[in-house]
């Protein structure tokens, strides 16, 4: 009587090692990402460090620029000064700078590490959706900076400038002396505001891709935010309506695109679904 020959069952501990591999090879893979984006940084900073004193100044245009439309209108000579209280205030100030400034730098490359991880587990449909992200939330950030240094940092200093009192037989005088670490902490706020609420096409476009919002849901909320949208404009604002509109219209805007483009998003869907029925 012949035996039937014995069928080869699966090791578990093949199955671990095998599942093991994989998933080392993607922490390696992680690590050499995260080294090039570090010394992406790394560089960036070394750049930024050298030329900090520059880009403060340029920081600064801002301030000068209020100090300008406040004299004019005031008939009074401003003139905007800095101060630091601390031996080491300014030179940290400008370790702050370089390395702020070095992410946004090294912005772009760190992007483009995230999107070499994670496209080898991406569908090619998939890579094509992503792409368009990449590249408009970068120019977002930037509309968002442009915003700061051109509208908001030159009306926040002109209005802290009006509050300064000139002497006279009544009263001393009262001026604005600004710390450069305080300076640099208000700008650097502002650019994050309003950089990342400038994101806000980008953030409701991905969570309708995925299905998380709809059009016809940002719609039945848009009352909501209004109100959220007006009480950011009040926190990141002087207090006084027009500052507020100034910032609130751009981010209300923002929101209706938004809506625009979750509803194209799910009308290409839609089609797609139909031509995957259909076929």
Not at 98 to 125: E, H
Not at 247 to 268: D, F, H, R
Request: overall charge neutral; glycine content about 6%; proline content about 7%.
């Amino acid at each position: 009587m012949t035996l039937p020959p014995e069928t080869d069952s699966p090791d578990p501990l093949d199955e671990v090692e095998a599942s093991r591999a994989p998933l080392l090879d993607h922490l390696l893979e992680l690590r050499t990402r995260l080294i090039w984006a570090l010394l992406a940084v790394a560089v960036a900073f070394g750049i930024c460090f050298a030329f900090a004193v520059p880009i403060y100044d340029i920081l600064l245009r801002p301030y000068i620029l209020a100090a300008e439309l406040v004299s004019r209108s005031s008939g009074q000579t401003v003139t905007p000064q800095l101060i630091f209280t601390g031996p080491m205030e300014f030179f940290f100030v400008k370790v702050k700078l370089a390395l702020f400034g070095a992410i946004i730098l090294a912005f772009p490359f760190i992007a483009f590490q995230i999107y070499r991880f994670v496209a080898p587990g991406l569908y090619r449909n998939e890579r094509g959706a992503f792409l368009p992200f990449m590249v408009a939330a970068p120019a977002l950030f930037a509309l968002g900076v442009s915003f700061v240094y051109f509208v908001m940092l030159p009306m926040v200093m002109r209005f802290a400038l009006m509050q300064e009192q000139a002497p006279d037989s009544t009263r001393i005088a009262i001026s604005l002396l600004p710390r450069v670490s305080e300076y640099l902490s208000l700008t650097t706020a502002l650019i994050l505001a309003f950089g990342f609420s400038f994101q806000l096409p980008v953030i409701l476009s991905l969570m309708g891709r995925v299905g998380l919002v709809s059009a016809s849901a940002l719609r039945k909320g848009r009352k909501f935010a209004i109100v959220g949208i007006l009480a950011f404009a009040a926190f990141f604002t002087p207090p006084d309506v027009i500052s507020q509109i100034i910032l609130g219209v751009p981010v209300l805007l923002l929101y209706e695109v938004s809506i625009i483009c979750v509803a194209l998003i799910e009308k290409k869907r839609n089609e797609e679904d139909a031509k995957t029925g259909a076929s």
